[in-house]
């Protein structure tokens, strides 16, 4: 069995390790413990989580994070952070690493009790209103061609011009 390592990073935020394959960052905030996007998505197999999270559609919170390492120490910038429950979905459906799968659903009652453990004596890294789930547009319905004959005609033209430039080239 794998070694898994909770650091504590400060503003109840953790760094947990999992056999030094992989490791991401956790975070808890209002007794809800959460769990950072980019870094799951670079444990399940992605080459570039940040994009993975930026694009993704699951609910999703912003958190101030604080740098610990690099030109940035001790600045704090925004990261994308799912819930515990979201984050076990997530793993479910997107994990390449089939240990790393049954790790994380198993280890996620762990990660929940990070938020009964903490101690809410520092100030809060602030929270960033959650992103839900985006709707889709509503569907308009079927009416039949709208397009003018004056739109056709200018299309038409348009595309024998183009004919006309291809062929004498």
């Not at 994070?65 to 952070?81: N, Y």
């Not at 793993?91 to 938020?115: C, H, M, N, P």
């Not at 992103?131 to 569907?139: D, Y």
């Amino acid at each position: 069995m794998r070694e898994v390592s909770i650091r504590e990073l400060g503003h109840s935020q953790y760094l947990v390790s999992y056999g030094g394959k992989f490791s991401f960052r956790a975070a808890v905030e209002n007794g809800v413990s959460y769990v950072g996007l980019s870094d799951l998505a670079g444990c399940c197999g992605y080459t570039s989580g940040t994009k993975m999270a930026q694009r993704t559609n699951v609910p999703k919170v912003k958190i101030d994070v604080r740098h610990r390492d690099g030109r940035m120490v001790g600045k704090t910038s925004p990261m994308w952070f799912l819930a515990i429950d979201d984050a076990v979905q997530f793993v479910q459906e997107r994990a390449v690493d089939d240990g790393f799968r049954k790790w994380f659903i198993g280890y996620a009652d762990t990660l929940r009790k990070l938020s009964t453990s903490v101690q809410n004596d520092t100030a809060p890294a602030s929270t960033r209103p959650a992103q839900g789930k985006p709707k889709a547009p509503e569907a308009k319905p079927n009416t039949g061609v709208n397009i003018s004959p004056e739109l056709i005609d200018r299309i038409i033209v348009d595309l024998l011009a183009l004919k006309q430039g291809m062929t004498s080239a």
